[in-house]
C-alpha cells in the first residue's frame, strides 16, 4: 500500500489525470482523500483505491485522444479570426462571411448599418455578429427591436440558427415586473413602436406621459444594453429629429457602446432622414447632412446585391422566377357576384367621397377595405357588412381620428380589425344600404363557391398534373374571413391545409409551418401571418386575392423566392376581369416594368419600402374607380411621382453600393474547416472511454451519453445532416458543449506514454506536449503544441501536424507503455524549451486584457455620463434620488471590479506529454 502525504500529486484511476491532495481522512481504519482536480476546478473525494502514485499512471487510448481533441477545439477558438459560423447546423453564404469579418474587425465597438438586399439574410448576419461576441465576452445583454410582425421570426430564427433564447417583452408585461423589468431578462427582444416615448396624447397629462415614458422608454435606455439590433432601421429617420422612433434610436444609440441598424432600404430617397439614420452610428462623423458621402459611409456599412450574391461554389444565388397574371373571367352562374361587386363599388366609391369631404379618415379607410374585401370573397365582404351593421344598430358615437402613423405597415386584417373597433358614425341612408347588400351576398353564397375559388380549385389541379402531387402551395390572402372560407373549400376537396395569420402566437405559428413542411399540401397564409417567413421547400405561390400596392405581393413572393430554393419560383396573380382593379394593375405593372428596366431596377421592393406613405395607391385606384376611362393617365401621374422617387433614392444607391468581389475563399475556409471532425474525434473518443455507446447507422449515428440520456439520428457533418434530415451534433448541443469544456492537467513526474503513429515517418521521434498559458482573472487560455525531437531540435510545424494526425479517422495509432525514462527530466526540459513561446503568448494575452481594460473604461464612462443625463431629467424627485444612489453604487462596483481585473499574474501548464514515434517508411 503507498503511502501519501498532503500536497502530493497523485493519479486518479477514475477520472484519468492527476489530482492534488489537500487533506487525509482517516476514520474507523478507513483512509479517503479530499483531491483538487485543476482540470475540473473543483475537489473530489477518492479512496485509496482510486488513487495510485503518478509513475503508475495507466492510460487509456480514447481517453488521450479525446484529450487531445478537446485541447485542439479549445485552441481554435482562440485563434480563429471569425469563430460563429463554425457552430450550430448553417452554413453561411460569402456575402454574409464578408460582413462578419468587417464588421468585427475591432470587437471593441461595433457600430454598422447592415443594407443588404431583401433576401439575403441579415437576420442570419446579425445573429453571426451576436454570436461572435458572445463568444468572445465582449457582450451579455442584447436587445433586438423588430416591427411587431417580425418579432416572432426573430425569436424563432435566434433560437433555431444559433441556439440563443430571447425574452419577449409586450406591453401588457410593463404594468407585471417591478421596478426596471428590462434588466431581468438578458437577452430581449420587443416591439420599436411598443418602446418609442411620447410627447403627447390626447386627454393626456404630463404626469401621465411622464409615467408612461418612465415605464418604456427611459427604461430601457437605463438597463445597461451591451449591443442593440434594430430591424427595419430606416423608419427611425422619420420625418424629423422630432418624431418618436428617431428619438427611440438617438436615445439607444447613445446609450449604447455597440450597435446595429438592419435595412435593405436605408435610403427612401430622402438625404435629411439618411443623415438622421446613419448620424446614429457615429454622430460626430456626419455633423450634418453635406457630410454624407461614399467615402464617408464605406466604414460603417454592409451591403450586397442580389445580382452580386454568390453560393460556396461561386454561382449566382438566385435564378429567375416567373410571376403570372390569371384574368378570371365571370361565368353566367356566378352573375350574381357580379352584381354584388358593382353594387359594392357604388357603396364603397360613394361613401369614401363622403368620408373624405367630412374629413373621417378611419371611415374613408374603411371603404377602401370594403372594396378590396369584396375583389377577395363573398365570405369575406359578408363578415365585414355583418360587423358595420352592428355598429350602426348601436347606439354609440365615436368621433374619427388621424389615422396612426404605422397605419399604412399594417395589413387589410390588421386595419380592418382596428377600424371595426372604433364606432364609427354611419353615412347617409348607410344602414339601409348595408342591409340590401348584406342580402345580396346570402344570396350569392347560397349559390355556391365563388368564381375565384372554382377557378383556384382547377389551377392547384392542373400545377399538381405538371409537376407532381407533392407539389406545396403558399396561398396568400388578405383577409382571414377568406382565408377560413379557402381552408374549409380545399379540406372538402381533398387536400390537407394550414392556416397562418398575425393573430396566431408564436407556438400556434411554429406549429402550422411544421405542419406544412412536413405534411399537408397548402399554407394560406395573410400578410401579417406570412411575415418572415423562410419556406424555401414550397416554390409555388398563388396570390388568391391582390393588395394594391404591388410591393406587397413583391413581399408575399419573397416568402419562397430566397436563400435556399433550389427550385424555379412561380407565382399566380388571380384578378377578375371587367373590374377596375384588373384593370390599374395591368396597365400599372407593364409601365412599371418599363420603368425599373430602364433604371437597372429588378423589383420596386429592392429600392423602396412597402409601406410608403408618399406612394399612394389606394388613391390610385379609387380615382380609377371613380374615373375608369382615365386609367392610363392616371397611372401615368402615378408613376411620375415613382419614378421621381426611385431617381432620388438612385443617387442614393450609389453611397451605399459597394464595390468589392464577393470571395468564394472565405466560404470554403469556414465550410471545409475541420472543427467537426475534432468534435466527432473528442464526442466518439469519449464515449468509447467513459462507458457510452455510438451505433453507426446508413443514416447518421444514435447516441447514447454516460447519464444515459440520447442523440439520435445524428450527423457531425453539416451538409449530410441537411441533405439527410439529421440532426447535426455540433457545440450547441448541452453535451457535447460540456464534454469540450475538459481541458487535462499534465504533471512534473507523471508517466508518459508513448503513441506510435503509422502515417508518421520513422524519421520523426520526440516528444509532443500541449501548453495552456493564459493570465489570472480572465477566461482567454491560449493552447500551443510543442514538439522536441530526439536530437534537441524544436520542430513547431512537426507538432501541429503529429495533433491533426492523432484526430484523424484514417491514422493507425498504437499506445505503448514500455516508454522507461526518468519523466522529471524529460518534463523539465520540455517545460523550460515551451516556455519561451508561452512568454510570448503571455505578453500578447496581456496586451489585449489591457487594451480591454481601457475600451471597458471608456465604454463605461460614456455610459455612466448618459445615465446621470437621463436621471437628472426625471421629474419625480424620489425616484430620480433612488436611481441617482443606484448609479453611484454602480459605479464604485465597477470601479473595484476593475482594479481587480488589472492585477494580473500568468498560468502556464502542460495539458498532456507523449512520446511519438512515427512507423512509416
Given at each position: 500500500?503507498?503511502?501519501?502525504?498532503?500536497?502530493?500529486?497523485?493519479?486518479?484511476?477514475?477520472?484519468?489525470?492527476?489530482?492534488?491532495?489537500?487533506?487525509?481522512?482517516?476514520?474507523?481504519?478507513?483512509?479517503?482523500?479530499?483531491?483538487?482536480?485543476?482540470?475540473?476546478?473543483?475537489?473530489?473525494?477518492?479512496?485509496?483505491?482510486?488513487?495510485?502514485?503518478?509513475?503508475?499512471?495507466?492510460?487509456?487510448?480514447?481517453?488521450?485522444?479525446?484529450?487531445?481533441?478537446?485541447?485542439?477545439?479549445?485552441?481554435?477558438?482562440?485563434?480563429?479570426?471569425?469563430?460563429?459560423?463554425?457552430?450550430?447546423?448553417?452554413?453561411?453564404?460569402?456575402?454574409?462571411?464578408?460582413?462578419?469579418?468587417?464588421?468585427?474587425?475591432?470587437?471593441?465597438?461595433?457600430?454598422?448599418?447592415?443594407?443588404?438586399?431583401?433576401?439575403?439574410?441579415?437576420?442570419?448576419?446579425?445573429?453571426?455578429?451576436?454570436?461572435?461576441?458572445?463568444?468572445?465576452?465582449?457582450?451579455?445583454?442584447?436587445?433586438?427591436?423588430?416591427?411587431?410582425?417580425?418579432?416572432?421570426?426573430?425569436?424563432?430564427?435566434?433560437?433555431?440558427?444559433?441556439?440563443?433564447?430571447?425574452?419577449?417583452?409586450?406591453?401588457?408585461?410593463?404594468?407585471?415586473?417591478?421596478?426596471?423589468?428590462?434588466?431581468?431578462?438578458?437577452?430581449?427582444?420587443?416591439?420599436?413602436?411598443?418602446?418609442?416615448?411620447?410627447?403627447?396624447?390626447?386627454?393626456?397629462?404630463?404626469?401621465?406621459?411622464?409615467?408612461?415614458?418612465?415605464?418604456?422608454?427611459?427604461?430601457?435606455?437605463?438597463?445597461?444594453?451591451?449591443?442593440?439590433?434594430?430591424?427595419?432601421?430606416?423608419?427611425?429617420?422619420?420625418?424629423?429629429?422630432?418624431?418618436?422612433?428617431?428619438?427611440?434610436?438617438?436615445?439607444?444609440?447613445?446609450?449604447?457602446?455597440?450597435?446595429?441598424?438592419?435595412?435593405?432600404?436605408?435610403?427612401?430617397?430622402?438625404?435629411?432622414?439618411?443623415?438622421?439614420?446613419?448620424?446614429?452610428?457615429?454622430?460626430?462623423?456626419?455633423?450634418?447632412?453635406?457630410?454624407?458621402?461614399?467615402?464617408?459611409?464605406?466604414?460603417?456599412?454592409?451591403?450586397?446585391?442580389?445580382?452580386?450574391?454568390?453560393?460556396?461554389?461561386?454561382?449566382?444565388?438566385?435564378?429567375?422566377?416567373?410571376?403570372?397574371?390569371?384574368?378570371?373571367?365571370?361565368?353566367?352562374?356566378?352573375?350574381?357576384?357580379?352584381?354584388?361587386?358593382?353594387?359594392?363599388?357604388?357603396?364603397?366609391?360613394?361613401?369614401?367621397?363622403?368620408?373624405?369631404?367630412?374629413?373621417?379618415?378611419?371611415?374613408?379607410?374603411?371603404?377602401?377595405?370594403?372594396?378590396?374585401?369584396?375583389?377577395?370573397?363573398?365570405?369575406?365582404?359578408?363578415?365585414?357588412?355583418?360587423?358595420?351593421?352592428?355598429?350602426?344598430?348601436?347606439?354609440?358615437?365615436?368621433?374619427?381620428?388621424?389615422?396612426?402613423?404605422?397605419?399604412?405597415?399594417?395589413?387589410?386584417?390588421?386595419?380592418?380589425?382596428?377600424?371595426?373597433?372604433?364606432?364609427?358614425?354611419?353615412?347617409?341612408?348607410?344602414?339601409?344600404?348595408?342591409?340590401?347588400?348584406?342580402?345580396?351576398?346570402?344570396?350569392?353564397?347560397?349559390?355556391?363557391?365563388?368564381?375565384?375559388?372554382?377557378?383556384?380549385?382547377?389551377?392547384?389541379?392542373?400545377?399538381?398534373?405538371?409537376?407532381?402531387?407533392?407539389?406545396?402551395?403558399?396561398?396568400?390572402?388578405?383577409?382571414?374571413?377568406?382565408?377560413?372560407?379557402?381552408?374549409?373549400?380545399?379540406?372538402?376537396?381533398?387536400?390537407?391545409?394550414?392556416?397562418?395569420?398575425?393573430?396566431?402566437?408564436?407556438?400556434?405559428?411554429?406549429?402550422?409551418?411544421?405542419?406544412?413542411?412536413?405534411?399537408?399540401?397548402?399554407?394560406?397564409?395573410?400578410?401579417?401571418?406570412?411575415?418572415?417567413?423562410?419556406?424555401?421547400?414550397?416554390?409555388?405561390?398563388?396570390?388568391?386575392?391582390?393588395?394594391?400596392?404591388?410591393?406587397?405581393?413583391?413581399?408575399?413572393?419573397?416568402?419562397?423566392?430566397?436563400?435556399?430554393?433550389?427550385?424555379?419560383?412561380?407565382?399566380?396573380?388571380?384578378?377578375?376581369?371587367?373590374?377596375?382593379?384588373?384593370?390599374?394593375?395591368?396597365?400599372?405593372?407593364?409601365?412599371?416594368?418599363?420603368?425599373?428596366?430602364?433604371?437597372?431596377?429588378?423589383?420596386?421592393?429592392?429600392?423602396?419600402?412597402?409601406?410608403?406613405?408618399?406612394?399612394?395607391?389606394?388613391?390610385?385606384?379609387?380615382?380609377?374607380?371613380?374615373?375608369?376611362?382615365?386609367?392610363?393617365?392616371?397611372?401615368?401621374?402615378?408613376?411620375?411621382s415613382v419614378k421621381n422617387k426611385i431617381n432620388r433614392e438612385q443617387n442614393y444607391r450609389e453611397i451605399i453600393?459597394?464595390?468589392?468581389?464577393?470571395?468564394?475563399?472565405?466560404?470554403?475556409?469556414?465550410?471545409?474547416?475541420?472543427?467537426?471532425?475534432?468534435?466527432?474525434?473528442?464526442?466518439?473518443?469519449?464515449?468509447?472511454?467513459?462507458?457510452?455507446?455510438?451505433?453507426?447507422?446508413?443514416?447518421?449515428?444514435?447516441?447514447?451519453?454516460?447519464?444515459?440520456?440520447?442523440?439520435?439520428?445524428?450527423?457531425?457533418?453539416?451538409?449530410?445532416?441537411?441533405?439527410?434530415?439529421?440532426?447535426?451534433?455540433?457545440?450547441?448541443?448541452?453535451?457535447?458543449?460540456?464534454?469540450?469544456?475538459?481541458?487535462?492537467?499534465?504533471?512534473?513526474?507523471?508517466?508518459?506514454?508513448?503513441?506510435?503513429?503509422?502515417?508518421?515517418?520513422?524519421?520523426?521521434?520526440?516528444?509532443?506536449?500541449?501548453?495552456?498559458?493564459?493570465?489570472?482573472?480572465?477566461?482567454?487560455?491560449?493552447?500551443?503544441?510543442?514538439?522536441?525531437?530526439?536530437?534537441?531540435?524544436?520542430?513547431?510545424?512537426?507538432?501541429?501536424?503529429?495533433?491533426?494526425?492523432?484526430?484523424?479517422?484514417?491514422?493507425?495509432?498504437?499506445?505503448?507503455?514500455?516508454?522507461?525514462?526518468?519523466?522529471?527530466?524529460?518534463?523539465?526540459?520540455?517545460?523550460?524549451?515551451?516556455?519561451?513561446?508561452?512568454?510570448?503568448?503571455?505578453?500578447?494575452?496581456q496586451e489585449e486584457h489591457k487594451k480591454n481594460l481601457k475600451n471597458e473604461q471608456e465604454k463605461m464612462r460614456?455610459?455612466?455620463?448618459?445615465?446621470?443625463?437621463?436621471?437628472?431629467?426625471?421629474?419625480?424627485?424620489?425616484?430620480?434620488?433612488?436611481?441617482?444612489?443606484?448609479?453611484?453604487?454602480?459605479?464604485?462596483?465597477?470601479?473595484?471590479?476593475?482594479?481587480?481585473?488589472?492585477?494580473?499574474?500568468?498560468?502556464?501548464?502542460?495539458?498532456?506529454?507523449?512520446?511519438?514515434?512515427?512507423?512509416?517508411?
Amino acid at each position: 500500500m503507498n503511502e501519501y502525504s498532503e500536497e502530493q500529486w497523485v493519479w486518479s484511476k477514475v477520472s484519468q489525470e492527476p489530482l492534488k491532495i489537500i487533506e487525509i481522512n482517516k476514520q474507523w481504519n478507513v483512509t479517503s482523500y479530499k483531491l483538487w482536480s485543476q482540470s475540473q476546478n473543483k475537489s473530489v473525494i477518492h479512496s485509496s483505491n482510486q488513487i495510485d502514485t503518478l509513475a503508475n499512471a495507466k492510460y487509456n487510448l480514447e481517453f488521450l485522444i479525446y484529450t487531445i481533441a478537446t485541447a485542439r477545439i479549445n485552441q481554435a477558438y482562440t485563434t480563429e479570426s471569425i469563430i460563429s459560423p463554425l457552430e450550430g447546423n448553417l452554413i453561411p453564404l460569402p456575402h454574409q462571411l464578408t460582413a462578419l469579418k468587417k464588421i468585427t474587425q475591432n470587437p471593441n465597438q461595433i457600430r454598422f448599418l447592415l443594407a443588404d438586399e431583401v433576401g439575403l439574410g441579415k437576420t442570419i448576419e446579425a445573429g453571426l455578429v451576436l454570436k461572435e461576441m458572445k463568444i468572445r465576452d465582449k457582450i451579455k445583454r442584447i436587445l433586438i427591436l423588430a416591427p411587431r410582425g417580425l418579432v416572432y421570426q426573430w425569436i424563432l430564427e435566434m433560437k433555431d440558427r444559433f441556439n440563443e433564447d430571447f425574452q419577449l417583452i409586450e406591453p401588457n408585461d410593463y404594468a407585471i415586473f417591478e421596478e426596471n423589468y428590462w434588466q431581468r431578462f438578458d437577452q430581449v427582444i420587443a416591439t420599436v413602436d411598443s418602446v418609442k416615448p411620447l410627447s403627447s396624447r390626447k386627454g393626456w397629462s404630463e404626469s401621465k406621459i411622464e409615467s408612461y415614458n418612465e415605464k418604456r422608454y427611459n427604461n430601457l435606455l437605463l438597463a445597461g444594453w451591451d449591443l442593440v439590433i434594430i430591424d427595419e432601421s430606416h423608419k427611425l429617420g422619420g420625418t424629423s429629429s422630432s418624431v418618436a422612433r428617431f428619438r427611440l434610436g438617438k436615445g439607444l444609440a447613445e446609450s449604447t457602446p455597440n450597435i446595429l441598424l438592419l435595412s435593405a432600404t436605408p435610403h427612401q430617397g430622402n438625404r435629411k432622414q439618411f443623415h438622421r439614420l446613419i448620424s446614429l452610428l457615429d454622430p460626430k462623423a456626419f455633423p450634418n447632412p453635406n457630410c454624407v458621402s461614399k467615402e464617408t459611409v464605406e466604414p460603417y456599412i454592409v451591403r450586397t446585391e442580389k445580382r452580386n450574391a454568390i453560393d460556396s461554389s461561386g454561382d449566382l444565388l438566385f435564378t429567375k422566377r416567373t410571376t403570372l397574371l390569371k384574368n378570371i373571367d365571370w361565368q353566367k352562374k356566378h352573375e350574381i357576384q357580379k352584381d354584388l361587386y358593382e353594387r359594392i363599388t357604388d357603396y364603397a366609391l360613394n361613401g369614401y367621397n363622403q368620408a373624405k369631404k367630412e374629413n373621417r379618415q378611419h371611415l374613408a379607410f374603411l371603404m377602401i377595405l370594403m372594396q378590396r374585401l369584396v375583389s377577395s370573397s363573398t365570405r369575406a365582404i359578408k363578415s365585414a357588412l355583418e360587423k358595420r351593421l352592428y355598429v350602426l344598430e348601436s347606439d354609440k358615437v365615436q368621433t374619427d381620428t388621424e389615422l396612426e402613423e404605422d397605419w399604412n405597415e399594417k395589413d387589410g386584417q390588421m386595419q380592418l380589425d382596428e377600424i371595426f373597433e372604433k364606432i364609427l358614425n354611419p353615412l347617409n341612408n348607410e344602414k339601409e344600404t348595408v342591409e340590401e347588400l348584406l342580402s345580396l351576398t346570402r344570396k350569392c353564397e347560397s349559390i355556391g363557391p365563388d368564381v375565384k375559388t372554382e377557378y383556384l380549385l382547377n389551377l392547384l389541379v392542373q400545377i399538381q398534373s405538371d409537376e407532381s402531387s407533392k407539389t406545396k402551395f403558399l396561398i396568400f390572402t388578405e383577409f382571414t374571413s377568406t382565408q377560413k372560407m379557402l381552408q374549409e373549400f380545399l379540406i372538402s376537396r381533398g387536400f390537407e391545409a394550414e392556416i397562418l395569420h398575425g393573430s396566431m402566437n408564436m407556438q400556434q405559428r411554429a406549429k402550422a409551418q411544421e405542419n406544412f413542411s412536413r405534411k399537408s399540401q397548402i399554407l394560406i397564409s395573410t400578410e401579417a401571418g406570412g411575415e418572415g417567413l423562410n419556406l424555401q421547400f414550397c416554390h409555388i405561390v398563388i396570390n388568391y386575392d391582390l393588395p394594391w400596392n404591388p410591393m406587397r405581393i413583391e413581399q408575399r413572393i419573397g416568402r419562397v423566392d430566397r436563400i435556399g430554393q433550389k427550385l424555379p419560383v412561380k407565382a399566380f396573380n388571380l384578378a377578375l376581369t371587367e373590374t377596375v382593379e384588373s384593370r390599374v394593375l395591368q396597365v400599372l405593372e407593364s409601365k412599371l416594368d418599363v420603368i425599373l428596366s430602364d433604371l437597372g431596377v429588378d423589383k420596386l421592393t429592392d429600392v423602396l419600402d412597402s409601406s410608403d406613405t408618399e406612394l399612394n395607391f389606394n388613391k390610385l385606384y379609387i380615382e380609377s374607380l371613380d374615373e375608369p376611362e382615365q386609367i392610363e393617365s392616371k397611372v401615368d401621374i402615378f408613376l411620375s411621382s415613382v419614378k421621381n422617387k426611385i431617381n432620388r433614392e438612385q443617387n442614393y444607391r450609389e453611397i451605399i453600393s459597394q464595390d468589392k468581389n464577393l470571395d468564394v475563399e472565405i466560404a470554403k475556409t469556414v465550410n471545409e474547416h475541420p472543427l467537426p471532425l475534432w468534435i466527432e474525434s473528442m464526442v466518439l473518443n469519449y464515449l468509447k472511454s467513459n462507458n457510452g455507446s455510438i451505433i453507426e447507422k446508413n443514416r447518421g449515428f444514435d447516441i447514447v451519453w454516460p447519464d444515459g440520456e440520447t442523440s439520435l439520428s445524428i450527423s457531425f457533418e453539416k451538409k449530410e445532416s441537411e441533405n439527410k434530415n439529421l440532426k447535426f451534433l455540433s457545440l450547441e448541443d448541452e453535451h457535447v458543449r460540456k464534454i469540450s469544456k475538459y481541458i487535462s492537467t499534465f504533471v512534473k513526474g507523471q508517466k508518459i506514454p508513448m503513441l506510435k503513429i503509422k502515417n508518421l515517418s520513422k524519421d520523426i521521434s520526440g516528444i509532443f506536449s500541449l501548453w495552456q498559458v493564459g493570465i489570472s482573472e480572465n477566461k482567454k487560455m491560449v493552447v500551443f503544441p510543442m514538439f522536441i525531437h530526439d536530437d534537441g531540435r524544436k520542430l513547431k510545424p512537426t507538432a501541429s501536424h503529429i495533433w491533426d494526425l492523432i484526430l484523424s479517422k484514417k491514422t493507425p495509432i498504437q499506445l505503448e507503455h514500455s516508454f522507461d525514462e526518468n519523466f522529471v527530466e524529460i518534463f523539465n526540459k520540455n517545460f523550460e524549451l515551451s516556455s519561451s513561446e508561452g512568454k510570448i503568448i503571455f505578453e500578447n494575452i496581456q496586451e489585449e486584457h489591457k487594451k480591454n481594460l481601457k475600451n471597458e473604461q471608456e465604454k463605461m464612462r460614456i455610459f455612466f455620463e448618459y445615465q446621470e443625463k437621463l436621471i437628472a431629467k426625471i421629474g419625480l424627485e424620489n425616484v430620480r434620488k433612488k436611481r441617482q444612489n443606484n448609479l453611484e453604487r454602480e459605479k464604485r462596483r465597477f470601479v473595484t471590479n476593475m482594479d481587480k481585473l488589472d492585477d494580473i499574474f500568468p498560468e502556464f501548464n502542460a495539458i498532456i506529454m507523449l512520446k511519438i514515434e512515427g512507423m512509416l517508411g
